[in-house]
């Protein structure tokens, strides 16, 4: 499957994946599939077909094992779990903060690829052109471009469609995995609030991502599970969060703990 831009489309949201991917160094964001798209997938490919994550947890098992020597089932879930929500809620979170643009967040409108041996998402496409964004923005009035009156409802466009592509995501995979509906939603929750904290972080401007978190996540919206939860530190130098869920990563090596703001410590805001 190919997604390019014929002549004469307008490039609007190719210009912000350009310089959305220059400002972090997590994944590459790009528009369409690389000619050579070995590696890719796209979302609503492997959510029609989820013996896929079986695979990509088969895979992770390998990695884990030559690296731990364990691969935990909670472990290889906790992470597939994390790693595709990463897909919609961090591309998402990027042009939100830097560009006040929402892209189309439905899987057949997003595709990853994998890296090797450690097989997270380092790549991210974007299949369609068409984007949400506010009245100032250059691309206003323009084919393909949705305008909305204001931040907040950029917001409730961004929190709306990630939403929907979650809820396909957690009918998928939740039955390959032992997670129940609250640890799946738990997850989706700590991506996107996440997800716009670093934005403004490797952005340069940690305080603006958290602003934004808040005004996407200003309170619990259902099935999320949580408002916006990053808060100052105690040294008052940098910023923390609760998170709502376990990466299980602590099952991994024996005695090394879970990570700060584990939900497996107090859950005191």
Same mark, same amino acid.
């Given at each position: 499957?190919?997604?390019?831009?014929?002549?004469?489309?307008?490039?609007?949201?190719?210009?912000?994946?350009?310089?959305?991917?220059?400002?972090?160094?997590?994944?590459?964001?790009?528009?369409?599939?690389?000619?050579?798209?070995?590696?890719?997938?796209?979302?609503?490919?492997?959510?029609?077909?989820?013996?896929?994550?079986?695979?990509?947890?088969?895979?992770?098992?390998?990695?884990?094992?030559?690296?731990?020597?364990?691969?935990?089932?909670?472990?290889?879930?906790?992470?597939?779990? /994390?790693?595709?929500?990463?897909?919609? $809620?961090? #591309?998402? =979170?990027? &042009?939100?903060?830097?560009? %006040?643009?929402? !892209?189309?967040?439905?899987?057949?409108?997003?595709?990853?690829?994998?890296?090797?041996?450690?097989?997270?998402?380092?790549?991210?496409?974007?299949?369609?052109?068409?984007?949400?964004?506010?009245?100032?923005?250059?691309?206003?009035?323009?084919?393909?471009?949705?305008?909305?009156?204001?931040?907040?409802?950029?917001?409730?466009?961004?929190?709306?469609?990630?939403?929907?592509?979650?809820?396909?995501?957690?009918?998928?995979?939740?039955?390959?995995?032992?997670?129940?509906?609250?640890?799946?939603?738990?997850?989706?929750?700590?991506?996107?609030?996440?997800?716009?904290?670093?934005?403004?972080? /490797?952005?340069?401007?940690?305080?603006? $991502?958290? #602003?934004? =978190?808040? &005004?996407?996540?200003?309170? %619990?919206?259902? !099935?999320?599970?949580?408002?916006?939860?990053?808060?100052?530190?105690?040294?008052?130098?940098?910023?923390?969060?609760?998170?709502?869920?376990?990466?299980?990563?602590?099952?991994?090596?024996?005695?090394?703990?879970?990570?700060?703001?584990?939900?497996?410590?107090?859950?005191?805001?």
């Amino acid at each position: 499957m190919r997604a390019n831009v014929r002549p004469g489309q307008p490039r609007y949201l190719l210009d912000s994946l350009a310089r959305v991917t220059q400002l972090q160094n997590r994944a590459q964001i790009r528009f369409g599939l690389p000619v050579n798209a070995t590696g890719w997938v796209t979302c609503s490919r492997l959510l029609a077909d989820p013996t896929g994550f079986d695979h990509w947890r088969k895979s992770l098992a390998r990695w884990l094992t030559d690296r731990y020597g364990d691969a935990p089932d909670q472990t290889t879930a906790g992470y597939v779990m /994390y790693w595709y929500l990463f897909v919609p $809620g961090y #591309l998402s =979170a990027l &042009l939100f903060h830097h560009e %006040r643009r929402v !892209p189309s967040l439905r899987p057949e409108a997003l595709a990853f690829h994998t890296a090797d041996p450690r097989p997270h998402p380092d790549a991210i496409a974007v299949l369609k052109p068409t984007f949400a964004c506010l009245p100032d923005d250059p691309a206003a009035g323009t084919p393909l471009v949705t305008v909305v009156r204001d931040e907040q409802a950029l917001a409730a466009i961004l929190r709306t469609r990630y939403i929907a592509h979650a809820g396909r995501f957690v009918r998928a995979f939740g039955p390959t995995a032992r997670f129940g509906r609250h640890t799946l939603w738990a997850a989706a929750t700590d991506v996107l609030d996440s997800g716009l904290w670093f934005a403004g972080r /490797y952005g340069g401007d940690e305080a603006a $991502g958290v #602003l934004d =978190a808040d &005004l996407v996540l200003p309170q %619990r919206f259902t !099935p999320l599970t949580s408002a916006s939860t990053p808060r100052p530190a105690e040294d008052g130098q940098c910023w923390t969060r609760r998170r709502e869920s376990c990466c299980f990563h602590y099952l991994l090596e024996a005695g090394q703990g879970v990570c700060d703001g584990c939900p497996r410590l107090s859950r005191k805001p």
